[in-house]
């Protein structure tokens, strides 16, 4: 089998994006235009891809990594220009690569790898794929000779009436044998409207050298939607929502309302999840068996167990753990690890804070820095006291231990096993085990107390 590469042009700025940031590296569902293509190419090709950047080079590398090797275009004089550039990468491998743009995130492996596998079975020297749209208006236009073979491609702006009437269009998605390829790059000239060296060019050059191209029509055209402005990116979006989702389903999981769904690709949810409408599921977030996601909750780069319950609540960089629940409006910030069989109740905040198996947090507390055992029942409104107006401290509350209503704990402070704490106290000092602590000032009455008032008007 000959070895198959890929080459990704990404050296272009975007200029219709009015962003500060590289076309392809927009994101859509958690990853990044450019990496749709990646993750598309990784079961295809034999090497790692060739990326050739430019525009904000170093924020591509960056972005991408070691995944991929990288040829830099110092000037946008064209795509051709452009696969030039990556000449000493394509020179090493005797084989076949694909060529596209970063900017086309719908792209599927399968469509590449029939793409391909047309070229390399068959000897071709070029495959194009090609798709028919109605509004064929910008792109490069396919044209066949009488016996309907692909002869050449005319770009947009170079193009003539009858040329422009034409509905088949290059989706700049090409393979190549690669010596065909850079044998005739040379030939390629810029003689043309955009004053630009066009890789599209290169069709009529192999045909001429009596070698064999093809124009492979796929019958999906969305797939080979580019992203050229952020119009476009919602719609990509919008496609790419709706697989993401078609995937979920059919592995098990229950999505209520699809269309008001948004879950990032990189997230894993298990079976018998039921996701309610309005939720938001970012980055690497993994979500086990059996959970209820009801209405609007953000959960992000956090690990949920099974069986877990979360009602409208906010979940960032944090882990919770099998058969807890969670919310209504409760807020778990980074570093928070919740454990088996917990209830965080309603306004509750969580932040760089571990919570033992079977404890309880159930309404109206704010938990910050702090450690807490298991079955430990934390009263409503209480407050841990981390921050001293200059430095964090951290509160330890051990196992069993049972904090009344209201209470403060006033960081550093440890709470020993078994301990109470009466309602309304503010705790300075550590609290022996199976003790009671009591910090507030004694009840007194002053019996017709309001009556004598009244009576002194
Ligand atoms: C190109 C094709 C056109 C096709 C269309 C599909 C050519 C000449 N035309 O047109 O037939 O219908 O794609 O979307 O190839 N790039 C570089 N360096 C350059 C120029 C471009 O890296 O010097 C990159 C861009 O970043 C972009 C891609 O190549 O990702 C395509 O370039 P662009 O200028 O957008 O080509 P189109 O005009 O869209
Ligand atoms: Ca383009």
Not at 17 to 38: A, C, D, F, N
Not at 74 to 83: D, E, F, K, S
Not at 308 to 330: N, W
């Amino acid at each position: 089998m000959s070895r198959l590469t890929a080459l990704v042009l990404a050296a272009g700025e975007g200029k219709r994006m009015r962003s500060g940031i590289p076309k392809v590296l927009h994101e859509i569902w958690g990853k990044t235009m450019v990496q749709y293509i990646l993750d598309a190419l990784k079961d295809i090709t034999d090497e790692k891809p060739v990326v050739v950047v430019g525009h904000k080079a170093e924020m591509v590398k960056e972005r991408l990594g070691q995944q991929v090797v990288y040829a830099y275009q110092q000037r946008q004089l064209g795509t051709a220009h452009a696969v030039k550039c990556a000449r000493e990468h394509l020179s090493r491998t005797d084989g076949y690569v694909i060529i596209l743009a970063g900017d086309i995130p719908l792209i599927t492996a399968d469509t590449l790898r029939q793409m391909a596998g047309e070229c390399m079975d068959n000897g071709y020297s070029a495959v194009v794929l090609t798709a028919e749209i109605d509004d064929p208006g910008g792109y490069g236009r396919i044209v066949r000779d009488d016996d309907g073979q692909l002869r050449e491609i005319i770009e947009d702006k170079d193009a003539d009436q009858r040329q422009k009437a034409i509905k088949e269009i290059n989706s700049g998605i090409y393979c190549f044998n690669i010596r065909d390829l850079l044998d005739g790059l040379d030939k390629i000239s810029s003689n043309n409207v955009q004053g630009e060296y066009y890789l599209t060019d290169i069709i009529k050059i192999l045909r001429e050298k009596g070698l064999k191209v093809k124009a492979y029509k796929t019958g999906d055209a969305t797939e080979i939607m580019g992203v050229n402005d952020r119009v476009q990116l919602a719609r990509a979006a919008e496609v790419l929502r709706e697989r993401i989702m078609v995937g979920l389903m059919l592995q098990g999981v229950t999505i209520i309302d699809p269309c008001n769904t948004y879950i990032d690709s990189t997230v894993a949810i298990g079976r018998d999840t039921i996701v309610y409408p309005g939720n938001t599921i970012q980055g690497q977030t993994t979500i086990g068996q059996g959970c209820i996601i009801y209405p609007n909750s953000r959960i992000a780069d956090s690990h949920i167990g099974n069986n877990v319950k979360i009602q409208a609540s906010v979940i960032l960089e944090s882990k919770v753990e099998d058969d807890t629940t969670v919310g209504p409006f409760a807020y778990l910030r980074p570093n928070s690890r919740i454990g088996q069989g917990v209830r965080i109740g309603d306004f509750v905040e969580v932040k760089n804070s571990s919570i033992g198996n079977g404890s309880k947090v159930s309404h109206l507390s704010y938990i910050g820095d702090a450690e807490i055992g298991s079955g430990v029942n934390v009263g409503c409104g209480v407050v841990v006291v981390n921050y001293d107006g200059k430095a964090k401290h951290k509160t330890t509350v051990r196992d069993k231990a049972f904090i009344g209503c209201n209470v403060n704990l006033i960081a550093p402070v440890e709470i020993k096993e078994g301990a109470y704490i009466a309602a309304g106290s503010t705790i300075t000092h550590d609290v022996p085990e199976y003790s009671l602590a009591i910090a507030r000032s004694r009840q007194s009455i002053k019996p017709e107390w309001v009556k004598k008032k009244m009576k002194n008007k």
